[in-house]
């Protein structure tokens, strides 16, 4: 039975049971919805500055949880439009507003994990929408590998700004 640390406390969780679920018998605050790996709102991070969904998965170790900075915010593909057969353009709109501006950098992170670093070429803060310029590089980053081959309008991200 792994034992998980979050925020300050630790829990004992339940062979087999995912991390929401324990951390939710056990009278823990950890942000939820969906409980489907869809709303991204059970989102957490280890201390090694990997992130997760709470609700898909289940610890087989011990780990050390916390809840997302403040500075990351959900969002959707909304449009992804190509310019060369290399280069794309992402448009993607944030469940929140994120304080940033064009030529700040920010992190995506896919649903499957996947993340790299991308400067913002527009960010309207009326749609909420961010956009930026994916480059794909025969053996280079598996996310601009990912967003050429699979991603497509109504994919789920993460949106990280840079501290
Ligand atoms: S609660 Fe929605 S993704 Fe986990």
């Known amino acids: ?53 709470a609700c898909q998965t289940t610890a087989t170790v011990a ?3 916390a809840l997302p ?24 709109a944030t469940r929140l507003p994120l304080s940033v501006a064009a030529g700040e950098t920010v992190t995506l992170v896919s649903a499957d994990g996947l993340e790299e670093n991308f400067m913002l070429i527009n960010h309207d803060e009326t749609r909420q929408t961010l956009t930026c310029n994916v480059t794909r590089v025969a053996g280079g980053s598996p996310f601009n590998t990912w ?10 991200l993460m949106v990280i700004k840079a501290n």
């Open 63 to 65: 780990l050390c949880l």
């Open 1 to 53: 039975m792994p034992v998980i640390q979050f925020l300050g406390s630790a829990y004992l969780l339940d062979d087999g049971e995912n991390l929401l679920d324990g951390l939710l018998r056990h009278n823990a605050r950890v942000p939820h919805s969906c409980r489907a790996g869809v709303c991204h709102s059970c989102r957490l991070r280890t201390t090694t500055g990997t992130t997760l969904l």
């Open 147 to 156: 967003v050429h081959a699979m991603a497509a309008v109504g994919d789920r």
């Open 69 to 92: 900075r403040r500075n990351e915010v959900s969002g959707i593909i909304t449009a992804i439009t190509p310019h060369t057969a290399t280069e794309v353009t992402v448009e993607i």
